[in-house]
């Protein structure tokens, strides 16, 4: 048994009807940022966020702004690879007024207070990220990175229908080229467009109250190839749609079946499994070397996230071509719980 494929989306679509409920139109997947979130009405129940994370030679970077409706959660983490060292700071804004949150993918979102201050400018196929915090684990903190989106680049841009007034936009940009440095007290790490890749996560939607998911991910060279993984699960079952997709190159294969993830949430650092639930086209282990915890509880949310870095092996077979052996692809799988 085969899920069925997909509708592929070619035209500029929007999100929602004019009584913010979803369109129907716009169910399916697109290879280019062309669903236009234009969210409204569903008061205190839209969840809005802008991801990114960046791997380096020698460390993980990410930032993140949120807006859950009542609130605006920011968050920057740092990894370093060898020494493990894990720094962590979230800026919580009540209301999140000052937040704007664009209803396009490719758009500038900026978040000023005392604690941090994150800039996403968006400018000529290039996001600018500048991120300064003066108390970083009392260190200085300041990267400037400049991201590139290649213009011949796909990307996998999926809506997923629970029901006309609960749905979700994800927006996943693998395999863009990096440069620029990271500075964080006397150490500064630099990044180099050749080898190092961010990963955008753009996610605009009505979500159910209560929702767990898990999502896989990684943008590496592999040989003289960029190629992205992007596996999600659990919160898409039974819908109809996934996102699930390689990229090799830039170009995106879309996978249509449902993803099995297998773990051992007693102990998150065994090795978990990721597979098709009816093919052989995903076989993959991910065997994690670090273990990112995070939980949020501000009344109204609480979420429990846990993020797993390490590497990837195994093999996808895509309906054309030959096998792509996966072998110590560096990236990340998560498990996150959300009641919102």
Known sequence: MIQHAEKEITESTLLCDEKGNLNPKAIGYAKKPIIESNLKGHYMRKKKWNYWCV?????????????????????VYFLNYETQRYVEKTVTIPLGNKVKMP???????????????????????????????????????????HISHPIEDESLNVVIPWNRTQFQFTAK??????????????????????????????????LPRAATWNWGFASQRVGF???????????????G??????????????????????????NFMLPWKVKTKFSKEVD???????????????????????QMMGYYNGKIQLEEGPPIHIREMLGCIVERKAKW
């Open 241 to 266: 749609m996934t996102e699930n997709a390689i990229f090799i190159d830039g170009k995106l294969m879309k996978i249509h079946e449902d993803l099995l993830f297998t773990y051992d949430t007693n």
């Open 225 to 239: 190839r960029r190629i992205g993984l992007n596996f999600g699960g659990k919160w898409t079952d039974g819908t």
């Open 103 to 145: 209803s396009n993918v490719l758009e500038s979102v900026s978040l000023h207070s005392k604690e941090m201050s994150i800039q996403l400018l968006y400018i000529q196929n290039e996001t600018h990220m500048t991120i300064t915090i003066p108390d970083f684990d009392g260190d200085f903190l300041h990267a400037d990175l």
């Open 173 to 206: 940009h693998h395999i863009l080229p990096t440069f620029g440095f990271v500075k964080m007290g006397d150490a500064r790490y630099a990044f180099q467009a050749e080898d190092n890749f961010a990963v955008l996560d753009y996610s605009r939607g009505i």
């Open 284 to 306: 993959l282990t991910f065997t994690p070397f670090f273990h990112r915890t995070s939980k949020t509880d501000i009344k109204l949310a609480t979420t429990e996230v846990h």
């Open 55 to 75: 791997f380096g030679d020698d460390i993980l970077f990410s930032a993140t702004i949120t807006h859950l409706d009542y609130a605006a959660i920011c968050t």
